[in-house]
Every structure is written in structure tokens, then in C-alpha cells.
């Protein structure tokens, strides 16, 4: 929270997850990307737009906010792989700024 540049993004209380990425939205996403690379931690945009494709193009609607969120959308490692000690350490080079 309060990190300039980063949001949370926010779920129903009735979604189900599987917990295996976290998702926030991020402004200069690439720099952060590859600032967490060059720490070892692997990073990046799972959910890219999928209704760019052919296969979707008669189903296409207007979907509000979907340039906003493929253009700020990136994913952090989590689960049960992911030790209490790597949390910090991801959470204090992100607090660091990129």
C-alpha cells in the first residue's frame, strides 16, 4: 500500500483463487520488470488481452478499462513456494522505486 506508481488490484470477496501470482497494476511496468529481473525475481504480464485475436472477433465488445489494465498489469510471484523472507525482500526492492 501507499507505494507511488503501484495499485492493488482489487477482487470480489466471492472470487476464487488460486494464489500462484499476484497481480497489481504498475506505472512504468517494464522498469519494474526488469528491475526485479536483474534481482533474480521473475515477474511480468500473465493476463494479456485476448480479445485481440480472430477467434474472438465476433463475440467483441467494448470493454472499459481492458488498455488501461493490459498496459499496467503485471504479476508477482506467490504461493506456498515463496518464503515469508522472500515477501520482504520483493516488497523492499519494489518499495525502493524503479
Request: aromatic share 12%; charged share 30%.
Amino acid at each position: 500500500n501507499n507505494i507511488p506508481g503501484l495499485k492493488q488490484v482489487t477482487r470480489s470477496s466471492d472470487d476464487y483463487s488460486t494464489y500462484w501470482a499476484y497481480c497489481i497494476l504498475v506505472e512504468n511496468r517494464d522498469k519494474l520488470i526488469e528491475k526485479l529481473e536483474r534481482e533474480g525475481i521473475a515477474s511480468g504480464q500473465i493476463h494479456p488481452r485476448n480479445d485481440v485475436y480472430s477467434m474472438f472477433e465476433e463475440s467483441k465488445k467494448h470493454l472499459p478499462g481492458i488498455d488501461y489494465f493490459s498496459k499496467h498489469e503485471m504479476c508477482l510471484p506467490c504461493g506456498w513456494w515463496v518464503t515469508d523472507e522472500e515477501i520482504v525482500r520483493i516488497s523492499n526492492i519494489i518499495k525502493s522505486g524503479w
